[in-house]
């Protein structure tokens, strides 16, 4: 395997690496400091296509290969960790499995404008207080059929981005049967009636990624929010986990540069 950087890649790191420098940097104390998610910067991430990294050209994405997409991440670690992180759930956990396993009536309604900065971000939402790496046994928050509906009741734990998104990918209980097929994923909008998010979790870092306990209070979304295969939400969200894993490292290695 080859693993000199294309010239295309490197003048993409390049690029990259100015703007962080010259933008995100510059800003970083300030945002550990005040725990303010850093909406100014971040909006100018959408034109550079730093929010939709995955996602198609056609639906305003980036499309970059895998390694381009790390060489992101790593340049962001470097600028900014809480910044960083926020970016990466947005594109990996919450876009990624939208690409994937997303209808096209799912990505044309919702990745122009996730992908573009027109619109917030996205996260995705699976660890609850009885369920952290238990998902198949652990989750209760349950998705039910009702109607044309879903109706949706449970809390959640550590959501990531929940304050500054504009779409949930949450991980639900379908099926009561609790094996290996009784979750999916449903898509829910922040602004979806039934919904609290709490004050952001007060942590030792990492403070401009705002974490969140959520709940969900007989939530209604339509069927067609389903994402994905009803009953395989285990396995997207595991599949999903190891595409962000490669994002995480490459987050890594830029926060161990900056240290150094």
């Known amino acids: 395997m080859d693993f000199q950087l294309t010239e295309e890649q490197r003048q993409f790191r390049h690029v990259v ?20 998610f850093n909406w100014p910067v971040v909006k100018k991430m959408g034109p550079l296509g730093l929010l939709g990294l995955e996602v198609p050209e056609k639906y305003g994405g980036a499309e970059l ?9 790593e340049e962001l670690g470097w600028a900014c960790a809480a910044t960083a992180l926020a970016i990466g759930a947005h594109n990996s956990l919450a876009l990624g499995p939208i690409v994937r396993y997303g209808s096209e ?8 404008k996730l992908a573009t900065g027109q619109g917030k971000l996205a996260c995705l939402s699976l660890t609850e207080p009885g369920a952290g790496s238990d998902l198949q046994g652990g989750v209760r928050t349950t998705a039910v059929k009702e109607g044309d509906s879903w109706i949706i009741d449970g809390s959640k734990m550590w959501m990531t981005n929940a304050s500054v998104s504009d779409l ?11 094996g290996s ?8 909008p922040t602004d979806t009636p039934g ?3 709490a004050p952001a ?13 959520v709940t969900f209070d007989e939530v209604r979304v339509p069927l067609a929010n389903l994402l994905g ?8 969200t595991l599949e999903t986990l190891d595409h962000g894993r490669v994002g995480i490292g490459g987050l890594a290695l830029g926060i161990a540069q900056a240290a150094y």
């Open 65 to 73: 290969d895998p390694v381009s997409a790390t060489i992101a991440a």
């Open 17 to 36: 690496h100015e703007f962080m420098a010259k933008e995100l940097k510059p800003t970083a104390r300030h945002t550990d400091e005040t725990g303010q």
């Open 105 to 112: 009536a799912i990505k044309q309604e919702w990745l122009p």
């Open 229 to 236: 295969e009803e009953g395989r939400g285990l396995q997207q």
């Open 168 to 178: 949930m990918v949450v991980l639900c209980r379908t099926d009561r049967g609790g």
């Open 201 to 213: 979790e007060k942590k030792m870092g990492l403070k401009g990624s705002p974490t969140h306990a």
């Open 181 to 188: 097929h009784s979750l999916s994923h449903i898509l829910i």
């Open 195 to 197: 919904i609290t998010i």
